[in-house]
């Protein structure tokens, strides 16, 4: 009935929607729970609205134009070549916005309460009173799952401001694409941001203060990804420092200090990829006595704070920062608190990024191996002999496997070339089973498939490789 006050009291309320946080309220709802879920902004969070998603379709425009050069390598040819942009980016709003109504459904599927709004904690008996406007909703737990957003670096001059100085959500939405660009940060999301530009025709330098690009990845895969970057006409700086940000004629001006020399470089737009910080203020977290340290929630490994009934899950809680990490934690933590086994919280959590060539890894570096006394075995298999590959004149890349010498135990693995990202997922379910040398030996690989480089890598770690 109209003006029928609402039931505020739930067994669980879930601060966030993004992936983590639409996942784990599915799951409480599965479990029996009575659950609510706060969005200030729009339902699937960054990865859905401004992240993962859209970035990812942006990548796919940028995938098929760059194939349009090759035609004639596969007998084919097109009359005229070009692309509108506006209509790029609108398709990529059009992917979130599909799956923005799609969680939206999953949501009344499952009679979860959605409350619009920011949301604030106040001290409350079983687990803290969250506060959504005139609402105050009670439950006896309580999952922060409120993400991160770009971290800036005020320090060294402009800040982002959607005109000279993007982050990651700027550079989704530009009314044109820059022809000069330089990308601050050489993680996923800043090779992404590089490769998409650098594929529509943007002059792109991208610079890296640590010693390599892609640093969190293996050695010879960030090398080889380097080569490969330079080659599609990437440039780096690297290691360098941006030790000044200012407004120029041509747009914006960064001076660097590389090798003890300064540099100053121009272009039109430059894009902030250093990292996020995690979504803690203005929720009164300090009040009720919750530990932050370096942004993020400090969590036990059920995602428990240390105030009762509180909990944390996804980016605020630290890395990696990775949607499908923040489902897992948010479906073992919501298990927990129902009383199941929950699933192994400590699963391999592979990485992938989306640029051209593809990379993509899950466990120990060969470099982290021998750090831990693993005596590694380590094999690999370049994709240029693997039939397959040759078939779709995706040549570039290999794949690499790490084994520890003593158990024959699958510790890691790293692969950079053509879909690699829909491959990794091989080795994670390996290595999730704890599978050795043996079983992933054993296993039948279909022909042909790109997929059995990651055999014959396989069986290059232990001198029985097939086909070089």
Known sequence: MAGEAKDDTFDVVIIGSGP????????????????????????????????????????????????LDHLADYGLTVEKRGFDFAKVVERS????????????????????????????????????????????????????????RARTIPAVGLEPDGEQVWTYR???VPKSVPKTLIVIGSGAIGIEFASFYRALGSDVTVIEALPRILPVEDEEVSKAAHKAFEKRGLKFRVPANVKRLTRSKSGVS????????????????????????GNVEDMGLEALGVKIERSHVVTDRHGATGVPGLYAIGDVAGPPWLAHKASHEGVHCIERIAGLAP?????????CTYSTPQIASVGLTEAQAKDQGRDPKVGRFPFRVNGKAIASGETDGFVKTVFDGKT??????????????????????????????????????PHPTMSEAMHEASLDAYGKVLHV
């Open 408 to 445: 024959g135990a699958l510790i890691g693995a790293h692969m950079i070339g053509a879909e690699v990202t829909e491959m990794i997922q091989g080795y994670v379910i390996a290595m999730t089973c704890e599978a050795t040398e043996a079983e992933l030996q054993g296993a039948v690989f």
């Open 254 to 277: 960064v001076e660097i200090e590389a090798g003890g020399k300064s540099e100053t470089l121009e272009a039109e737009v430059a894009i902030v990829a250093v990292g996020i910080v």
């Open 170 to 172: 700027e550079a989704l």
């Open 93 to 148: 709003r059009r992917v979130s916005a599909q799956l923005n109504a799609g969680v939206a459904f999953l949501m009344k599927k499952h009679k979860i309460e959605v409350v619009m709004g920011a949301a604030r904690l106040e001290k409350g008996q079983a687990a803290p009173t969250v506060v959504v406007g005139d609402r105050k909703l009670t439950a006896r737990h309580v999952i922060l799952a409120t993400g991160a």
């Open 343 to 351: 699933a192994n919280i400590d699963s391999p959590i592979p990485g």
């Open 20 to 67: 983590g946080g639409y996942v784990t309220a599915i799951r409480a709802s599965q479990l029996g729970l009575k659950v609510a879920i706060v969005e200030r902004e729009l339902l699937g969070g960054i990865c859905l609205n401004w992240g993962c998603i859209p970035t990812k379709a942006l990548l796919k425009s940028a995938e098929v134009y760059e194939q």
